[in-house]
């Protein structure tokens, strides 16, 4: 996202980077980053990739309100999408935190699509 009032316009997302935010106050987390499926922005991931774990971090995962998807459908495209740039980074685990219910719903996608976990 490289023009934010033009994402916001579109498609109502409102997008910081919190990297310089006290952890405290972070909404979203360190390096939230958005996630697209088709033509919209349907969810936000935080990721970490541990080289010497060899394990890539879902740190938060979340649906966007008004994604205009089933969460299912997000967190399936998600799992897909993470299993390919754990692969293209050369890492052998995915690890979710579960924390909330869609980071829950997350975790069971990776599982399902037989990404590395």
């Known amino acids: ?3 934010r009032p033009r994402a916001e316009r579109l498609f109502g ?11 405290a106050k972070r909404e979203w987390g360190y390096y939230v980053l958005p996630f697209r499926q088709g033509d919209r922005l349907t969810g936000r991931l935080d990721l970490k990739a541990d080289r010497k774990g060899s394990s890539l971090l879902v740190r938060r995962s979340y ?6 998807l089933p969460s299912e459908e ?7 999408e993470l299993a390919a740039l754990a692969g293209w980074l050369a890492l052998d685990r995915i690890d979710v935190t579960r924390h909330n219910s869609f980071s829950r719903e ?12």
């Open 63 to 68: 649906i966007e309100a008004g994604a205009g």
């Open 1 to 3: 996202v490289w023009y």
């Open 13 to 23: 997302f409102r997008y910081r980077i919190e990297i310089y935010v006290p952890e």
């Open 106 to 117: 997350l975790a069971g996608a990776v599982a399902a699509v037989g990404a590395p976990t």
């Open 74 to 80: 997000v967190a399936h495209g998600m799992a897909g």
